[in-house]
């Protein structure tokens, strides 16, 4: 399966994470296009030529993918990482919200496939795709 990490990465806790998950995937069998292992460097930071190439390349990649996976740490969200999880529903591509924080937005959870843990990640089922819903609060 090739999957798209979609996960903001922005301390040390989400970057742990992104490795945990990366290494996970992989030792599945998984193809994983992680950004940040891609980090484009033909311009300078914060430019629009930056910044139009990052897009263009996650967007080719959501586009390539057979699902997305979130990591969600609530309603503290990546604006990023939120516009790839809207994206990647809205073409159709299945996501999968790996639960990391103690609150939730339902736009996130009623727009996923399904929602599990980081433990339920390590035995989920990628060919079948079992749907799961979100079991707290949503606002």
């Known amino acids: 399966m090739k999957i798209y990490l979609a996960s903001p990465l922005f301390n040390e806790e989400e970057i742990a994470n992104i490795d945990k998950v990366e290494k996970l995937l992989r030792a599945k069998g998984h193809t994983v ?6 980090e484009y460097r033909g311009a ?40 790839e999880c809207g994206y990647a529903y809205g073409t159709h591509t299945p996501v999968i919200v790996v639960q990391l924080g103690k609150d939730s937005n339902l736009m996130v959870h009623c727009g996923s496939h399904t929602n599990v843990t980081m433990e339920q990640l390590e035995n989920f089922d990628f060919e079948m795709m079992p749907k799961y819903n979100y079991q707290g609060s949503m606002f």
């Open 33 to 38: 296009y992680s950004p940040r292992e891609h």
């Open 44 to 83: 300078e930071a914060g430019t629009h030529e930056w910044a139009m190439q990052i897009f263009m390349e996650d967007r080719q990649f959501i586009d390539w993918a057979d699902c997305l996976v979130m990591l969600y740490y609530g309603n503290y969200s990546d604006s990023g990482t939120a516009w």
